[in-house]
């Protein structure tokens, strides 16, 4: 499929003008090792954000998604790097995109994306391309809109123990200045 032709997206989506928006940001200074660094429109993360661009311009999915270019998203050991976020939702950090052959599979990984409430999206329902590519999954930002407006879970409650253990002797550490006397020297 070429860079430019959008691939088939699903209707229930395309029709959807309530769904969520999203962010799509691509590293355009993304380059492969020993490539060259400029012109900047050589790097093949500059090519993957115009090849996207263009996806989402001439698709639906346009109304949904903003594209938008990154100076750096700081994966240079796996170029070409790409991140996915919406309010309320999970956000995905994606890298090894090719701009020839990845461009379709993230459009659709996107629509996928969009048709989740919350956007946690299953390595095995991910196009095949972003399945293996996935560098970080990072869960939904929830503001509180009061002290107490949640009760905390379990593993919450285990991991503020032993947060608080580790801030008790931090504190004993700094006030008794002798690592020595704890035993830890």
């Known amino acids: 499929m070429s860079e430019t032709t959008s691939p088939e997206i699903k209707e229930s989506q395309t029709s959807n003008d309530s769904a969520r928006s999203s962010v799509l940001h691509v590293c ?5 090792a020993g490539s060259v660094r400029e012109p900047i429109e050589s790097r093949a993360g500059f090519k993957l954000y115009q090849a996207l661009r263009a996806m989402f311009n001439e698709s639906t999915l346009g109304d949904h998604v903003e594209v938008k270019p990154a100076e750096c998203l700081s994966l240079c050991p796996r170029p070409c790097a790409i991140a996915l976020s919406s309010a309320g939702a999970w956000s995905y950090l994606f890298g090894d995109q090719d701009p020839e052959k990845s461009a379709s599979d993230i459009v ?8 989740i409430p919350d956007g946690f999206m299953p390595r095995k329902t991910r196009p095949r391309l972003l399945q293996a590519s996935i560098l970080g999954r990072v869960p939904p930002l929830e503001i509180a809109t009061g002290v107490g407006d949640s009760q905390p879970t379990r593993r919450e409650e285990q991991s503020d123990r032993s947060a608080n253990k580790n ?5 004993s550490v700094q006030s008794s200045g002798d690592l020595a006397s704890l035993g830890l020297k």
């Not at 355009?28 to 492969?32: G, L, N, P, V």
């Not at 801030?167 to 504190?171: C, E, G, P, S, Y």
């Open 108 to 115: 659709e990984c996107i629509a996928l994306y969009l048709d």
């Open 167 to 171: 801030f008790k002797l931090h504190a």
């Open 28 to 32: 355009t200074s993304c380059r492969a």
